[in-house]
């Protein structure tokens, strides 16, 4: 078993109340004056809502800010396919919401894994980004008076997310984008989009630029910075079908554990209840259909197992609607992790629909019959259309047929209080960081951490980071840059070498089998090991015979996945690990060994109330895994429960 | 039912932004009718990369009808024959046995191709820099519900909001013209309260960024309408040529 280091973490969290906290740091950190500003360069990789958002509020204070994307336009991150919403603490329904209450929810929501003061943040300033975001004109959802309508949402009792239509990711993400380019045109932003990061470059302890490739002309270009904020989404495409885009990828964050950043809790993968199931062989991705379908929306298979009716040929006499069964509290609003499971169980017992039997419905007809089709539609038409458009049925009238299917992942790199990683200047935002969401993230908080972390909390500690560091001028041509560079031309100049015999798509396929059947919605010690071996076996094999056509000095999208592919078979192997070693079951991360005599998860708050942190010590090498104790001092913690 | 499709694919390859293209021939075997057409596609490039060939180079990402990073000219249509839907969600039960289909980037002036069937929309970007902002400073909002917008203003706001940014509206016009791309967002923007301080130098800056990137003018033929995914109404197009008159004769700018 790998070693366990005993340091304990400096995750900088302030002292005093909870309610204080983020008020403090504030107090207490240092500014850099209006004409340093100018003279400071920040580096800001990926565009989605962390990224987007945090350039664009950096180069308002007056910073100098690079910012790079992989997609021809920051407008395209993966965070514009959110659909459902983003929660705020603002109270408009008068249901008895408040910051407290989210904070609350957030904590219990994520299993009791995540770090109170900075979910305490979060929902501090959540009623900020929807202020902001109204501001910028993103057009939320507003009732016949003219004010903000809410929704309700997974794991809360009272309706406090904010929407637009089924596509308030886009609409959120246009507004950051807008305020990203309202800089550009002032000429505080640079944008380098099409380009990919490989490599951080850290100089005297300090990440201090980027190795990026330029996907168009394939050379490779460096770039210095007197910080480093990394924005680059989850690692969600490990599992190669997920709900990920299909360009999303692990590698700038793997890129920055080689070079000493901590991993923290790999394991933690959320698996979404309501998906599109697999259709075949060819499928190339997995569509969510918005959790706030489950607002209206009933879930249920038939009471006799293989059913072969259509489900609206199925009388009630004949349904099991299992959450409301299981659930009577929350009903079909349990939060995701317990949602999919219980869909896992009653397939898996024989009780699932459609031509793979892994499928579950999610039926519109009692919500139809009670408020009329054009009510369902003005909230859900364009999830019903896309739904009807994959699927070629008609979800009005017959049950949507959905399963779960990877969407988000809640480890990532880990950040401090200040949202620094463990390699000083080097922050982490968003998805890619792993602080706020603990075990299991509920629906509609992902846009509000990315959002949040960006607008309201990187623009102050970054600051406080510039004006406490004296950092010496570094040049592109320093040593450390050519080094970087040079390792990331070494890896593409192999991959490309190897001429073998094997696709990218194909590893990859087979990478996400492994973790699917071995690491996805539930897991267990045998089953965990075997995939460490094989993800082993088949990281020899990519080595050995991937087969990449065209060179590296043009568009190679070949090469591009093969990359990404690498890193994910590097990854994949932490990830299995991280699981075998929490032996216990908390939020996504469902041990078989660890579970109640109702088959709910099995926390053990004595052995692993704590962040399991990993430095890499080489590929193939047993990393090292560091502990960072959680302390649950307001929300006490609790057996998290729905009935 | 799934069932099995036989195809002729003619692909527009081009191997760099300088060099000729010409269309190349593919048979395909065996296409299920569930398929996505870019999984068609998927399926062909893994049969080239068999053989040895260089894969066909497509831009996408999300594949699920959003991000606006798919852009083919499938059979002389902007993602192809179903109306309010890109490439992406485009399904194969859509074709028909032994068809021939033509794929082909998008064509304009101002999207050059790159590879394949990859374009460069950044023209787009530019004009958004433009004036496709209101400008507010982060924290220097008012309360959200400080301003009340009425439902309908919302609506309609929301209705050219939904642009994906894809470009298909200039693929599909013969004139190559930006305009109902451009009159989303200005209508988006235009008819908020929040957007209503830079009405006049929002219309005008993106209207000359327009021109300036060589996109051609409208004549009103409405096929950008057809071809949008997003289905965009042209009347954002009569509300932008609105919204620009009103700038040049009322603004004080």
Redesign the interface.
């Given at each position: 078993m790998a070693e366990t280091a005993t340091t304990v973490f400096n995750s900088r969290v302030p002292e005093g109340p909870m309610a204080e906290k983020w008020d403090r740091c504030k107090q207490e950190m240092k500014l850099v004056n209006p004409a340093n500003k100018r003279k400071k360069k920040i580096i800001v990789v990926g565009t989605g809502l962390a990224g987007a958002s945090a350039a664009a509020s950096l180069a308002e204070l007056g910073y100098q800010v690079e910012s790079f994307c992989f997609q021809d336009s920051p407008r395209r991150a993966h965070s514009i396919a959110a659909q459902g919403g983003i929660n705020a603490a603002k109270n408009y329904p008068n249901d008895g919401d408040s910051v407290w209450r989210l904070f609350y929810d957030t904590v219990k929501g994520g299993d009791f894994r995540s770090r109170e003061a900075n979910v305490h943040r979060l929902a501090q300033v959540s009623n900020n980004i929807i202020d902001q975001c109204a501001a910028q004109g993103v057009p939320f959802a507003r009732d016949y008076g003219g004010s903000l309508a809410n929704r309700s949402f997974g794991g809360a009792q009272v309706s406090r997310t904010f929407y637009a239509r089924g596509q308030t990711g886009q609409q959120l993400l246009l507004g950051a984008y807008s305020a990203l380019m309202r800089q550009v045109s002032t000429g505080r932003v640079k944008l380098f989009p099409r380009r990919e990061m490989l490599d951080l470059v850290v100089v005297d302890g300090v990440a201090r630029g980027i190795i990026v490739r330029n996907l168009i002309t394939g050379e490779f270009e460096k770039y210095s910075a007197d910080c480093v904020l990394l924005c680059t989404g989850g690692y969600g495409n490990a599992f190669y079908l997920s709900t990920n885009a299909k360009g999303s990828n692990v590698t700038a964050a793997w890129r920055c554990h080689k070079r000493g950043a901590f991993f923290a809790n790999p394991c933690y993968t959320q698996i979404h209840p309501t998906c599109i199931p697999v259709s075949g062989d060819y499928q190339s991705k997995l569509t969510l259909m918005s959790e706030s379908l489950r607002n209206d929306g009933r879930v249920w298979v038939p009471e006799s197992q293989s059913d072969e009716r259509r489900g609206n040929q199925i009388p009630d006499t004949e349904r099991d609607y299992y959450l409301e069964r299981r659930y009577p509290a929350f009903g079909n609003l349990v939060p995701r992790d317990v949602a999919s499971r219980a869909a896992k169980e009653r397939c898996d017992a024989g009780y699932g629909v459609g031509p793979s039997k892994q499928a579950v419905f999610l039926d519109f007809r009692d919500a139809i019959a009670r408020d009329g089709r054009h009510a369902i539609e003005a909230k859900y038409g364009n999830l019903f259309h896309m739904y009807a458009k994959i699927t070629g049925e008609d979800p009005y009238q017959v049950p949507m047929r959905i399963y779960p299917a990877v969407h988000y992942t809640m480890g990532g790199l880990w950040v401090d209080y200040h949202l620094q990683s463990t390699i000083p200047g080097l922050f982490v935002l968003g998805e890619a960081n792993f602080s706020d969401h603990g075990a299991n993230r509920l629906g509609a908080s992902a846009l509000m951490q990315g959002l949040a972390d960006g607008y309201f909390v990187a623009p102050y500690t970054t600051g406080h980071f510039l004006a406490s560091h004296s950092l010496p001028a570094v040049s592109t041509d320093d040593d450390a840059f050519k080094e970087a560079m040079a390792n990331a031309q070494d890896r593409n100049a192999k991959i490309l070498g190897i001429q073998g015999t094997r696709s990218s798509d194909s590893i990859h396929r087979e990478l996400g089998h492994i973790l699917w059947d071995y690491c996805g919605m539930s897991r267990e010690r045998q089953g965990l090991e075997t995939a460490m071996g094989k993800i082993r076996d088949l990281r020899d094999e990519f080595w050995s015979s991937i087969k990449v056509l065209g060179q590296g000095e043009q568009l190679n999208q070949n090469l591009e996945h093969a990359g990404r592919l690498a890193d994910f078979l590097e990854f994949g192997e932490l990830m299995v690990r991280d699981a075998l070693v929490r032996e216990e079951s908390c939020g996504g991360h469902f041990r078989e060994e660890h579970q109640t005599k109702e088959n709910e998860a099995l926390r053990d708050d004595e052995n692993f109330c704590h962040v399991a942190a990993w430095e890499f010590k080489g590929v193939g090498n047993e990393p090292v895994e560091h502990r960072e104790h959680l302390e649950f001092v307001e929300v006490p913690l609790a057996t998290r429960s729905y009935k | 039912m799934?069932e099995t499709l036989d195809l002729t694919l003619k692909v527009w390859r081009q191997?760099?932004s300088d060099a000729p293209g010409r269309y190349v021939e593919y048979k395909l075997t065996g296409i299920?009718t569930?398929?996505?057409f870019?999984?068609m596609l998927?399926?062909l490039?893994?049969q080239l990369?068999?053989k040895?060939?260089?894969?066909i180079?497509f831009?996408?990402?999300?594949?699920?009808?959003?991000?606006?990073?798919c852009s083919l000219m499938i059979n002389g249509q902007a993602h192809g024959p179903?109306t309010?839907?890109t490439t992406c969600?485009l399904?194969m039960?859509r074709f028909k046995n032994r068809d021939t289909i033509v794929v082909e980037p998008w064509r304009a002036k101002a999207f050059p191709v790159?590879?394949d069937l990859?374009v460069?929309?950044?023209a787009?970007?530019r004009i958004?820099?433009?004036g496709?902002?209101?400008?507010?400073?982060?924290?220097?909002?008012?309360?959200?519900?400080a301003?009340?917008?009425?439902?309908h203003i919302?609506e309609t706001?929301?209705d050219a909001?939904?642009c994906?940014?894809c470009g298909a509206c200039v693929a599909a016009c013969k004139n190559a013209s930006a305009m109902l791309f451009v009159s989303a967002k200005v209508s988006?923007?235009s008819t908020?309260p929040?957007?209503q301080p830079e009405r006049a130098s929002r219309a005008q800056n993106m209207v000359a960024q327009m021109d300036l990137e060589g996109f051609g003018n409208c004549t009103n033929t409405e096929e950008c309408q057809a071809a949008c995914p997003a289905e965009i109404s042209v009347s954002n197009i009569a509300r932008l040529n609105r919204e620009y008159l009103r700038a040049k004769l009322c603004s004080y700018e």
């Open positions: - | 799934s191997p760099g299920s569930h398929m996505s870019l999984e998927d399926v490039n893994e990369i068999a040895g060939e260089e894969m180079a831009d996408h990402d999300c594949r699920e009808g959003i991000c606006g990073m179903d309010g839907t969600q399904h039960r790159i590879r990859v460069d929309r950044s787009f970007d958004i820099e433009k496709g902002f209101i400008s507010v400073n982060t924290g220097s909002a008012p309360e959200a519900n301003i009340p917008v009425p439902a919302q706001a929301m909001a939904a994906i940014g988006h923007l908020l929040q957007g």
